[in-house]
């Protein structure tokens, strides 16, 4: 029993459990059976603490959120698909620049002459305190008199000094008048065309076709980045992007020539007025 008191006092007694009392007919023998059972007690009691289970979870689990964020990564870096031959954007570029090239050619196609449209596109600010305009036309109704005068009837009164504001501050030189019997009505004299209206009005046509030129040739560009980033990112076969290419400038240049011909012709309409 001195051998294994000896042994309590060296590791500790939380490491042995009590052992029974081992009885040998040789000391030997028994100190060798009671170092053995020490030896399994210790070796249960270093299990018992043991936290492999929870450590493989947590690897685990990180493993799963890493390979979560890497499909992430891979779906983000993927190159886009799309087919090079929908030129759909150039289409619609074309289609609004023709659009407004017209309504703004149809306010000068008199040559000086004035159309009413020109009064009522006019945009209107009703309060200094919000930069928000109303378009003229939805507040008042404009009528014309004659070839030398326009009425604009406002539909409430506290609009008219804001219409009169608009009217002024616009370039097409007019001058409205308070009507003194209806104090909902302004009368808006019209000069006659002259040489230099005409010629006024044809530097302004040309601008607004500038202009549609100008916004055929931005959307062109959009479509033809498009075509450099999938041949760059070879998402399309080289073929396919060279015939969409070709496409997309022929496209281009018609509508680049609807728009110069439309000019042409309301350019006529004005001298000859």
Request: net charge negative; hydrophobic share 35%.
């Given at each position: 029993m001195r051998a294994t008191t000896t042994l309590s006092q060296v590791f500790g007694a939380r490491c042995f459990p009590p052992i029974a009392p081992i009885v040998s007919s040789s000391p030997l023998t028994g100190l060798h059976r009671l170092s053995a059972q020490h030896k399994v007690a210790g070796v249960l009691e270093y299990r018992n603490f043991s936290n492999s289970a929870a450590l493989h979870k947590k690897k685990d689990k990180l493993r799963s959120s890493s390979s979560a964020v890497a499909d992430d990564r891979a779906l983000k870096d993927s190159p886009s698909s799309g087919d090079?031959?929908?030129?759909?954007?150039?289409?619609?570029?074309?289609?609004?620049?023709?659009?407004?090239?017209?309504d703004d050619l149809s306010k000068f196609r008199g040559g000086g002459r004035f159309d009413i449209n020109a009064i009522e596109s006019l945009r209107v600010q009703l309060s200094k305190a919000t930069k928000e305009t109303l378009r003229l036309g939805d507040l008042a109704q404009v009528?014309?008199?004659?070839?030398?005068?326009?009425?604009?009837?406002?539909?409430?009164?506290?609009?008219?000094?804001?219409?009169?504001?608009?009217?002024?501050?616009?370039?097409?030189?007019?001058?409205?008048?308070?009507?003194?019997?209806?104090a909902?009505?302004?009368?808006?004299?019209?000069?006659?065309?002259?040489k230099e209206s005409r010629e006024q009005a044809v530097t302004m046509a040309k601008k607004a076709m500038e202009k549609a030129v100008t916004a055929v040739r931005d959307s062109r560009g959009v479509v033809h980045k498009r075509l450099q980033d999938m041949q760059k990112k070879k998402t399309a076969r080289p073929d396919d992007v060279r015939k969409a290419q070709e496409q997309m400038e022929k496209l281009s240049e018609k509508g680049q020539k609807?728009?110069?011909e439309l000019f042409e012709t309301a350019k006529k309409a004005m001298e000859r007025a």
């Open positions: 090079p031959y929908d030129l759909s954007q150039l289409h619609d570029g074309i289609s609004t620049a023709l659009s407004s090239l017209k009528i014309p008199k004659g070839g030398r005068m326009v009425t604009v009837l406002a539909a409430e009164e506290d609009h008219v000094k804001s219409i009169i504001s608009a009217i002024i501050s616009s370039n097409l030189s007019l001058t409205p008048q308070a009507d003194p019997h209806n909902l009505q302004l009368n808006v004299p019209i000069p006659p065309p002259t609807d728009v110069k």
